[in-house]
């Protein structure tokens, strides 16, 4: 009797786990599909196993249509392209979420090497990732120390990086001597969710 209690109760905790899982909406792996005005379309795929808060809150507002009509505002050559503002400036955001890299406690295997979507964040404010994200441009040492252990990466491009290197070449900083903040970013007409 107390086997088949013990198996009932094994049986019970099981399923809800996997309810609890599959309600809050985890999975390893979701694709999306971003379409960028006048250059292209660059597919991600997104890696939930590797940092599952980060997916979660991208996915979530891809799903409210958040990103549409969003735009690179920072383009960094041979560096990274950075989106998602909702100011379009760098200075915009949404409710922050949990940084998932080393420095904040959170062993995340991705490195940051060309084609890695990661999120942004305010400066030593490790929990200040909202909904800026940036793709890396380029793979370099200066980009692995600068970035790895330090910034959430949470995917990668698996095909339309021609699309990123065409935002870095047609890239113009008219009111920015740094040559970060363009004055020609590219629309990021949607992100959507493609079905596996």
Do not use: W
């Amino acid at each position: 009797m107390k086997k088949i209690i013990s198996l009932l109760l094994s049986a019970v905790l099981l399923c809800t786990a996997v309810f609890s899982l599959s309600s809050c909406g985890y999975r390893r792996k979701f694709n999306v599909r971003m379409t960028v005005k006048d250059y292209g379309v660059i597919d991600i795929e997104l890696d939930g196993k590797a940092a599952p808060i980060t997916v979660k809150n991208f996915v979530k507002l891809v799903k409210a249509g958040f990103y549409d009509g969003r735009t690179f505002h920072r383009v960094v050559d041979g560096f990274m392209i950075q989106g998602g503002d909702p100011k379009g400036d760098g200075t915009g955001g949404t409710e922050p979420i949990k940084g998932e890299f080393l420095l904040n406690g959170y062993n995340n295997p991705i490195a940051h090497e060309r084609g890695v979507i990661s999120m942004a964040r305010r400066g030593g404010d490790y929990n200040s990732a909202s909904c800026q994200f940036f793709i890396v441009h380029q793979t370099s040492e200066s980009n692995t120390r600068s970035l790895d252990d330090q910034y959430a990466a949470f995917g990668r491009v698996t095909s339309g990086m021609e699309v990123v290197d065409a935002i870095v070449e047609n890239a113009e900083y008219e009111t920015d001597p740094n040559r970060q903040l363009v004055s020609n970013p590219a629309v990021i007409e949607s992100i959507v969710l493609v079905k596996d």
